[in-house]
Structure formats: structure tokens, C-alpha cells
């Protein structure tokens, strides 16, 4: 009795904790409130958005904004200079952004994890290879490279993906070493040894729930790292190709009308800072609010 | 210190053999050289031709060996574009691109150590809430657009600044601020944890103890030995911006080797492209060679390990 006691009550303590945690943490709950909402409305961008993001009408190019004297609410963020709605583009662009920044730290998480997981814990050549592996693709300019290969495949959504993931690795190779080196040289991994567990076993129940919190910061620094990289690309014209409306192709659009129309690259750059500084706040909420340890 | 001194270079090497490999293999992915090099309206002839001369038909290992051979030798090709050699022509672009480099990591270290030490002398502060709110503010401002404002408000607005070109030292302000401010969150950040570590340390006590006065304590006693990892962040920072600097240099049409990897990617360049990537991968080996040891000269436990 006293036991299945202290088994239903401790994780409730810890659910406890980890609540007053997240209560406490401005900047965690501010960073989740804009993620979600940006979730929100790339999901549901098609009832969101006003306007056919890519229908043009050439008779209102350049309307401003709503706060502006010559502004109009049939258009509350404007129309570029092909007379498309501001709004509804940038609607659009939350899907592609985080299209690009899940799926590419998707693929450099498995990558990276994997990677850094055997190097940690088989130690040795493994990790020899491993560590080399880091160190080549860290002497690669990341931009420069991706802007070569985007050039030479040719942009698309896809290629921007794949490219930004297979480049994108490194931190998660790096962290994922050195948490499971902690986690190796634990007695309960000596234990789970010495019970006879298999090595696929041990990695999947012993090291991988204690590295996982590490793993979750990382994700959200890199897709905070994809999302800037690929507004940087299809803002220098090879990331995300026009008509589709990514917020980094937006500014590029604006760019030549900056002097006159500022608000071109004012209302896309804004949203591309507020989503980064959000997916920010909260992967350093998570790790305060796991590892307060670790704050400094 | 010999032997790791010799490990670290062999390493070193093994690294930029490596990556002369991959920066070669990248650009051969999909594309046809001969045809890009050809044009669009060449007849078959013609890029048989350019294969034979250029030698695009053998084996890319025989080719391979060939383009490492010469670029040990500091022959990197000949430009597609230009029609002139590629190492002169990254040579007479290279200064621009160190000057601006340089100037961002200054700017940065100028901008961080000072308030990650501030910071850190009084932990959750005014000024320690203020520092990592800069840095978290920094960290999510995307470089690009960084540079239109700044172009909007400085040039435009206020007719501060030059917006592009690389005549005058004024029109290195901007685009050293651009480069600069990316790499200073990372370094405020280490700058602070440093110190604390350090401030929290016995000498430290013990050197207050002794009636130093406070500012001997803070800077003999504990920046010098929170500086170090500092140091080779720094470096690798530095690095990184070199590579960085083809956002910055395009934007500003600063002609510096980024603005040249840009153009050189538009304009199917391959030489040029893979030499700007050698360069740019050798510079980072050499700098974080260096500043390993330094590393391990300064700490002696690095060494044995």
C-alpha cells in the first residue's frame, strides 16, 4: 500500500513543480502564446486569410496599410507591387516558415541524435568518426554552401528542406554526445547492463528519456536557426521561389520600394523576428524549467 | 605541448582534405559543367568540345586529384566569367572581407565583455535583465532585414551613412554593425557564466580578502581567467562571419570575397564558387587551430586530455 502510495503521488508532485514552474516564466508562456497562435493561423489560413494570397490586381498595386491615410480595411496590411493582399500573404508565409523550420530540424535532429547518441555512448572509433564528422561540416560556410547547392539544384520548398537539414546537424550531434556521455557513465545504465539488457534496449529506455529535455531545446534553436536561414536564402533569391509567398521573399519583393513604401518590408520582417524571438523564448523556457541548472 | 601541437595539425589537415573533397564533389551534384560553361545556345559540338578541353570526361577521383594538385599549389582555375585566375581574383577581394571581418568581431567583443562582466558582477540586476534581454532580442533579428532598417533609417532618413559600396571607412559602419551584432549574444553569454564561475571561486575570496581593491580583483584576478574560453568562441565567431559576410556584402555591395561568392553563384561559376568555399573552410580550420592552442597552452588540462 505504502508503495503504490508514494508511486501515484510522486510524479503528481513533480507535475506540481513543473506547473509553478511554467506559471513563473514570463518569457516561456509569452514565447508559447505567439508559437501557438502562429500554429493557429498557418493551419487555418485558407478561413483566416481575406484574399487569394496569389490573385493579382494590378489596378490597387502599392495600397498602404490601414493606419495610413490612404489605407482601406478591404486591405488591412496593404498590397504589393503585383496588387496582391499583404495580409493573406502573410498568412500564407507562417505555413511555409514553419513548414521549413519543422521538417529541416526534423531531419538534422535524426540525423544529429543518432549520431550523437553513438558517439556518447560507444565511445572510442565511433566517436573518433563522429567527432571528425562535426568538425568537417562546422569548417563549412552553412550559407555559402546552401546557396551553392539551392543554385545548382534549383530552388524549391523541398530542396530548401532538405538542404537546411542536412546542414543543420552539428548542435544536435554535439549536445546529443555529450548528454549521453553523462548518462553512460550512470549506475542505472551499469544496472540495466547487468541485468543483461540489449544495447538497442538500453539506448531506448535508459538513455534516450534522459536526454530527451536537451534534445527538445536543441529543436527549437534550430528551427528558429532554419526559419532565419531560409528567409535569408529566398530573400538573396535562391531559397523558396516566387509566386509562393515566403516572408523572406516578401522583403526581397519590398526592397525596391523600401524608400517609398517601407511598410513592404517592415510587416514581413517583424513577423519573421517575432516568430524566431518566440520559438526562442520558449526553448529557453524549457530548458530553464527542466534543467534551472543549466541557466547560465 | 609537441605532441598535442602535432595531433591537433594532423587533425587539422585530415579536416581540410575533407572538406576540399566535399567543396569540390558539391558543385558536380546535378549539373553538367560543360553545359553551363557552354551556354545555352552551344550545339553539341561545342560542349563535346569544352569536356574534352577542360577534361569534365574523365573520372571525378582522377579530377579530383588533379584540382587538389593545383590548388596546393595555389592554382584554383580559371573563372568561368571573368576568364582570369580564381585564387587572384579571391586574393583581390579577400582584404575587404578580413577589414569588414575584423571590425564585426571588435564590434562585438566591444559591445559583450563589458556587459557580460557588468552583468555578471551583479546577477539579476537592472543590467543583467538588460543584457539578456538585448541578447535574446539580438539573437532573433534576422541579419537581412537588420540591414534594410538600418539602410532606411541611418542613410535614408537621417543621411547618416553611404548605403553600398566599400570606398570610404564610413561605408564599412553598417555592414560591420550587421556582421557584428550576430556573434555578441553568444560571447555576452560567456562572458557572464565565466565570471560568475570565477567570482564565485576561493583566489577570488581570498584576493578580497586580502584588501585588494575591488577593480585589481575583478580584472587581474578574474576576467583574465574567464576570458579564455571567451577567446576561442571568439575565434570560431570570426569564422563563422567570414562566412556570414556574403549576406552582409551583398546587401551593402561591399566588394568584398562574399558579394563575389554571391555574383559567382548566379552566374554558374563553379571555379570561383568552390575556391571561395575552400577558402573560406581553410581560414575557419586555421583560426580554430590556433585558437586550440592557445586553448591548451593557457590551460594545461586540455593538453593531457
Not at chain 1, 569548417?139 to 551553392?148: D, Y
Amino acid at each position: 500500500m505504502a508503495t503504490s502510495d508514494s508511486q501515484t503521488s510522486a510524479p503528481n508532485k513533480g507535475f506540481d513543480l513543473l506547473r509553478r514552474r511554467v506559471r513563473g516564466h514570463q518569457g516561456m508562456i509569452i514565447g508559447s502564446v505567439i508559437v501557438v497562435s502562429v500554429l493557429l493561423i498557418a493551419l487555418l489560413a485558407p478561413l483566416l486569410a481575406p484574399h487569394d494570397p496569389y490573385q493579382q490586381d494590378l489596378l490597387k498595386r502599392l495600397v498602404p496599410p490601414v493606419w495610413d491615410s490612404r489605407g482601406s480595411w478591404e486591405h488591412v496590411l496593404g498590397t504589393d507591387h503585383l496588387g496582391r493582399d499583404y495580409l493573406s500573404r502573410l498568412i500564407y508565409g507562417a505555413r511555409i516558415s514553419l513548414l521549413i523550420g519543422i521538417g529541416a530540424a526534423l531531419i538534422s535532429g535524426i540525423i544529429g541524435t543518432i549520431m550523437g547518441v553513438m558517439a556518447g555512448y560507444f565511445g572510442g572509433r565511433v566517436d573518433m568518426i563522429v567527432t571528425f564528422m562535426i568538425t568537417v561540416r562546422l569548417s563549412m560556410p552553412v550559407v555559402l554552401v546552401a546557396l551553392a547547392v539551392v543554385a545548382i539544384v534549383g530552388g524549391s520548398l523541398q530542396v530548401v528542406i532538405a538542404v537546411l537539414g542536412l546542414l543543420l546537424w552539428d548542435r544536435f550531434a554535439v549536445v546529443m554526445r555529450s548528454s549521453t556521455l553523462q548518462i553512460r557513465s550512470m549506475d542505472y545504465v551499469a544496472a540495466a547492463r547487468a541485468v543483461g539488457c540489449s544495447t538497442s534496449r538500453v539506448l531506448m529506455t535508459e538513455v534516450m528519456p534522459n536526454v530527451v529535455n536537451n534534445l527538445i531545446v536543441i529543436t527549437t534553436i534550430e528551427i528558429a536557426h532554419a526559419i532565419i536561414l531560409e528567409a535569408a536564402l529566398s530573400f538573396l533569391g535562391l531559397g523558396v521561389q516566387p509566386p509562393m509567398p515566403s516572408w523572406g521573399l516578401m522583403v526581397s519583393e519590398g526592397k525596391d520600394m523600401m524608400l517609398f513604401e517601407p511598410w513592404l518590408i517592415t510587416i514581413p520582417g517583424v513577423a519573421l523576428f517575432l516568430l524566431v524571438l518566440a520559438i526562442n523564448l520558449m526553448g529557453d523556457g524549457v530548458r530553464d524549467i527542466t534543467a534551472p541548472e543549466n541557466r547560465n | 605541448m609537441i605532441y598535442y601541437t602535432l595531433k591537433r595539425l594532423g587533425l587539422a589537415l585530415l579536416v581540410a582534405l575533407t572538406v576540399s573533397f566535399i567543396s569540390f564533389g558539391l558543385l558536380y551534384l546535378s549539373s553538367d559543367p560543360a553545359i553551363a560553361m557552354a551556354g545555352e545556345t552551344a550545339s553539341d559540338a561545342d560542349i563535346e568540345a569544352i569536356r574534352k578541353l577542360y577534361g569534365f570526361d574523365r573520372p571525378i577521383l582522377v579530377q579530383y586529384l588533379d584540382w587538389l594538385q593545383r590548388a596546393l599549389s595555389g592554382d584554383l582555375g580559371k573563372s568561368y566569367y571573368f576568364r582570369t585566375d580564381v585564387s587572384a581574383l579571391i586574393g583581390e577581394r579577400l582584404p575587404t572581407t578580413m577589414t569588414l571581418g575584423v571590425c564585426a568581431i571588435t564590434f562585438a567583443i566591444v559591445l559583450s565583455v563589458p556587459l557580460g562582466v557588468a552583468a555578471a558582477i551583479r546577477p539579476n540586476s537592472l543590467i543583467d535583465r538588460l543584457a539578456l534581454f538585448l541578447s535574446v532580442m539580438g539573437q532573433a533579428l534576422p541579419s537581412f532585414w537588420f540591414a534594410l532598417m538600418l539602410i532606411v533609417f541611418l542613410s535614408v532618413n537621417l543621411r547618416l551613412l553611404p548605403t553600398s559600396g566599400s570606398d570610404t571607412w564610413l561605408h564599412f559602419v553598417m555592414p560591420t554593425v550587421v556582421l557584428g551584432y550576430y556573434a555578441a549574444p553568444a560571447i555576452m553569454r560567456l562572458t557572464r557564466t565565466g565570471m560568475l564561475e570565477v567570482l564565485s571561486t576561493d583566489y577570488i575570496r581570498t584576493a578580497r580578502a586580502k584588501g585588494l581593491r575591488p577593480w585589481v580583483v575583478l580584472f587581474k584576478h578574474a576576467l583574465r581567467n574567464a576570458i579564455i574560453p571567451v577567446v576561442s568562441l571568439a575565434a570560431v565567431q570570426f569564422g563563422f562571419m567570414l562566412g556570414g559576410s556574403i549576406v552582409v556584402e551583398t546587401i551593402f555591395a561591399l566588394h568584398g570575397a562574399g558579394f563575389l561568392a554571391w555574383e559567382s553563384i548566379t552566374r554558374n561559376d563553379l571555379p570561383t564558387v568552390q575556391g571561395l568555399i575552400l577558402v573560406f573552410s581553410l581560414f575557419y580550420i586555421v583560426l580554430t587551430f590556433f585558437a586550440d592552442l592557445l586553448n591548451a597552452w593557457l590551460d594545461p588540462r586540455i593538453r593531457i586530455n
